[in-house]
């Protein structure tokens, strides 16, 4: 892609009917009549191709319009919002705690990242802190759901390359994850476990033999799923040199997590700003060299591996105490007092019924989703309900950037570049 | 209209009735349409045949795959290592609708999506079924606003729905026995008619 | 203080541009005026100082009862220096019979999409976009919903007051009270 025209230009007050802003727009590389994205046009040498919504491999609702040469895409547009669902607005009608669910179902493959990113935020505007226990055991969950959804991504990126028996491995390995979602908090998915000034409960004593299993067998099984796939010449010819995305255009794009990573540029929130305890623990960030698929593909097989190590550096210094803050503004009291305090009652009613009362301002906090910055714009107007909560969605920018990979691929790598680049359709569309 | 005390749904002008089933809570309704019609027309030399037909019918159903949200997460658990539903012949996910016969609507259908959905449902050959696979499938579930049809039923007929945020595989998996059982107990009109 | 550089650079540098600047949380935002802020959001992406060449979010905040004192719409940017690890937010302010912004697609790739949501959702019109459409909503739907004048509406429950909400859309009597979708 060339260097983008410097600011100032011609579009930038021009009227869409002179001749200059067609020119501007020639400069973007956007050609003429390729404006309608509803036209199914066969031209003499090319033709627009309409991919999914319904498609096996788009992983999830996204429509591509195709303009193939042959089988070259010499265009691709992608139309998303077909899981458009409109959290924004639910969650200006709820209170904080309220929308604890509601952040579960937006990037719904990693769940607990979207609890952590929002009680965050409320934390911060709050100014409280969450005790070291609740802190470390929210870095062992959200470790555990970032294998959860790598090993998704590793089953459905091998079953679209055509490597069947990844699906059902990784989905074998993803139910041990889910059997402990399960006993923390009653649900496989969108287990709402994070919540703003702690966790819903401390975890049971089953856990501990259950994440000790995890921490033992886990590095053998990610070698496992690595044998399938790593070393095997047709993944390899499939992937290797495809789909390059450069450093530079990575940060233009507002690409961010494996994507970035695997350009090249070793950026990984929790390092440069930790959040929860996460710069107590050891670990590597591994980054990429070319930016292709492949490149990607390693990045998040070793990003398993250095999850599983911070797991177990939690796990062996989990401390002891309470897991939710004591502070009184958030805290339900607790429950031997709400036979005997009347106030205790009537506070604990208010917390339940109207919601915490949150300090007014505007507060930005990201957290390192599997799929890249997940960040939560969070603006109170001090009552008991967000004024607005802006989802900085990690797909959505790291899809932004698909009709660039994929120019001169053929149709077949499409596939393997959407693939790669791991997206969430309800991460994109919220 | 006017108010009424009971706590019953009442019957709906067509005359359909909704009977809640006891266990797993999932909800049976009783086809309409072209199996009705032909109902007078089999006999007793075609009863035989029929469930035989019927028998491979609902043995190899083929499913649909549209899976819109977290409720296809589920869905592919439901057809992954630990919950097999290949056992109950619902193993080919068919990605072209045309040669698929049952269509689980696995997520939230979005205002967007709705056209699309009934789209498919209008590509699959008879005869088809829908189930309508979590909350949001089945009512729009939490999300009660202006982006999300509130219930795949205003947008094609359904024949099992499932509850569930998202309902485990086991429920996916006891909604694929139920219909087989329903599928059982229907005729084979299309077949006669 | 997390944007404390990007303001520094743009008080020094830009002067003019910078109309306000506050901290709270931990974070420093700056407000900026609408004809000044390509040449700002140039200046935090090219200065060897700030080098902010990611952008995180474009969103608007709608206070309705600000009017007629103060703008409507905040809209509100957001940006990365990977090489300095810092964020900062730049604000504009813009009114509701006025909500157009310079568009800034060409200093940023990524601006493309978020700048669309924006118009999508908010209604904010972005100046010098090569196809601003709607991304998220069909293309013929009326009326921005993050507004606060925007009633979101599914259904309303039906309990036994209000059973023919049971009922489904064609079986509903026709003299029902309430929108019917």
Redesign the interface.
Known sequence: MTALPPPGTPTADLDPLSEQYEASRERLGIERGLDSIDLVEIGDSTMELNMGPMHPSTHGVLRLVLNLDGEVVRECRPDIGYLHTGFEKDFERHTYQQCIPYTDRMDYLAPLFNNLGFALAVERLLGIEVPPRGQYLRVIMCELCRVASHLLWYGTGGLDLGATSAFMYAWRDREKLLDINELVSGVRMHTSFIRVGGLMADVPDEFYALVGEVIKTFPKLIDEHELLITRNPIFRQRTIGLGTLNAADAMAYGATGPVLRGSGVPYDLRKAAPYSSYDHFDFDVPVGRTGDVYDRYLVRMQEMRESLKIIEQAFANLPDGPVNTSDRRVALPPRNELNTSMESLIHHFKLVTEGMRVPAGQVYQAVESPRGELGFYLVSDGSTRPYRCKVRAPSFSNLSALPYMVRGELIADVVAVIGSIDITLGDVDR | MGLSNELSIPSPASGRMLLADADAGTIVLPRTGAAERTAVQSGIVTTTFGKLIQWGRYSSLWPALFGLACCAIEMMSSTASRYDMSRFGAEVFRASPRQADLMIVAGRVSQKMAPVLRHIYDQMPEPKWVISMGACASSGGMFNNYAIVQGVDKVVPVDIYIPGCPPRPEGLIDAVMKLQKKIAGELPGTLLG | MSGARAADLLERELPAAVRRRET????E?VWVGREDL??A??LLRDHPDAAY?????V?A??WPDREPEQPRFDV?Y?L?S?EY?D?C?LIVQVTEDDPNV???E?????M???ER?CYD?LGINF??H??LK?????TD?DGH??RKD?A????P?AF??N??W????Q?R?R??PGASR
């Not at chain 3, 709270?24 to 974070?27: I, Q, S």
């Not at chain 3, 060409?106 to 990524?110: I, N, R, S, T, Y």
């Open positions: 709270g949380f931990g974070e935002t390509v040449a959001c140039t060449t990611t952008p995180i979010l969103t905040v709608d509100v957001m990365r990977l690890n964020t937010r310079p568009s800034l060409l200093v940023f790739a990524g493309d999409w978020h949501e959702l100046t010098g090569h196809d709607r991304i998220l909503l069909p739907w919903p993050l925007y979101s509406f599914g259904e429950i036994t007051h059973l023919e049971a009922l489904p859309a079986e009597p003299d029902m």
